[in-house]
């Protein structure tokens, strides 16, 4: 990723009838990065793509490209395509000729501008030359996607995850700047959806061009994401890197939508200390003032679980799950129940000590608005 910005959301509002669907959107994407647009059903996120790809027009505010204005252009006459969560591919047709569709739907001048073809050679010459480059775009673009030998395969003979490739690499073969995404993993299975993560990952560096995806699936927009916009009621309620979003969520929507989170009121100290739960902590800087109320965050997996006499807490666990890589505890703490997770084994109705580092706290404001960055 780099710092140059190559889309431009300015005050973008979008309705449909009288729901506002896109509150006032502002938002930069840059050259190479791989940006997900991430939110419950309803959040905006699909219309915010599909505005970006001129499948809707936003009602006020400009999208820019490229540093130029692209509200009114079809999608067509820009810079993207877009693999949507139903592939659409045509099923009376083979791969080779799925990928093909759409640059066999050029027109003649486009593509030899597209090819680099001489368009001073006769006809006859530059149809060959098309034809063969056709050809190595689209085995190019099939080996991307690792699909190289499916070329004579109809895609109905194929598994959803193989229809998957097969729409990707008929995006791909256009060379597009712009890769939109929407939701495209949601049909396939777990195992393969976590694979496709990492290949639609590692593909966006080798391709160096920009990927805009849309999920509802926190873990996908974790996994592949370069920054994340956390979505709500058509604002954006943060942007940031993954890391960023899990460790410092700026309000209870991020927090607990990203994760799973204790979030436990609190106060204050100026002396980098808080009070939760009956107890002093030590923590990190804040910008509150001494003894304001604030919300905890403390991620299951933050906390320390340590013998009953090295503890600052001290409480019953009341439910054990096995996770497979870990035990999910709830464990009652006073008349507060706190999801701990530990790699040792803990029986309903045991004692249990816990201490948490410094760094492993995070602090917001108790009456932090949910609807703004």
Request: hydrophobic share 40%.
């Amino acid at each position: 990723m780099n710092n140059n910005v190559l889309i431009e959301l300015s005050h973008v509002v979008k309705k449909f009838e009288d729901d506002l669907i896109v509150k006032d959107l502002s938002l930069k994407i840059y050259e190479n990065e791989f940006i997900t647009l991430l939110g419950p059903s309803g959040c905006g996120k699909t219309t915010t793509l599909r505005m970006i790809g001129g499948f809707e027009k936003p009602d006020s505010g400009e999208i820019i490209i490229n540093g130029k204005i692209f509200n009114d252009l079809p999608p067509y006459a820009r810079p993207i395509n877009t693999v949507f969560q139903k592939y659409a591919l045509f099923p009376h047709l083979n791969v080779f000729d799925n990928v093909a569709f759409g640059l066999k739907n050029r027109n003649k001048k486009y593509l030899l501008k597209f090819f680099n073809i001489d368009a001073s050679l006769p006809s006859k010459e530059q149809n060959k030359l098309i034809s063969a480059a056709i050809k190595k775009a689209v085995e190019e673009a099939l080996g991307l996607v690792k699909l190289t030998g499916y070329e004579s395969r109809k895609v109905n003979q194929m598994s959803g995850g193989q229809q998957q490739r097969v729409a990707l690499a008929r995006a791909l073969v256009n060379k597009p700047q712009i890769l939109l995404l929407d939701e495209p993993l949601a049909a396939l299975d777990l195992k393969l959806r976590q694979n496709m993560q990492y290949e639609l990952k590692e593909m966006q560096r080798k391709l160096g061009i920009t990927f805009i995806f849309v999920t509802h699936d926190q873990e996908e927009a974790m996994t592949m994401s370069d920054r994340i916009v956390v979505m709500k009621d058509g604002i954006i309620q943060q942007l940031d890197t993954p890391k960023h979003v899990y460790n410092e969520p700026v309000n209870r929507y991020v927090a607990t939508f990203i994760g799973e989170s204790n979030i436990i009121e609190g106060t204050y100290f100026e002396k980098e200390q808080v009070e939760f739960l009956g107890v002093l902590f030590d923590c990190g800087k804040y910008p509150f003032v001494n003894k304001e109320k604030v919300d905890v965050v403390i991620r299951p997996e933050d906390f320390d679980v340590v013998p009953l006499k090295d503890a600052k807490l001290v409480g019953k666990v009341v439910s054990s799950i096995f996770k497979g890589v870990h035990n999910e505890l709830d464990v009652l703490v006073g008349d507060y129940k706190l999801m701990v997770n530990t790699y040792e084994n803990y029986q309903v109705g045991d004692q249990i000590g816990l201490k948490i580092d410094p760094y492993e706290i995070h602090m917001m404001k108790v009456s932090e608005h949910e609807e703004t960055v």
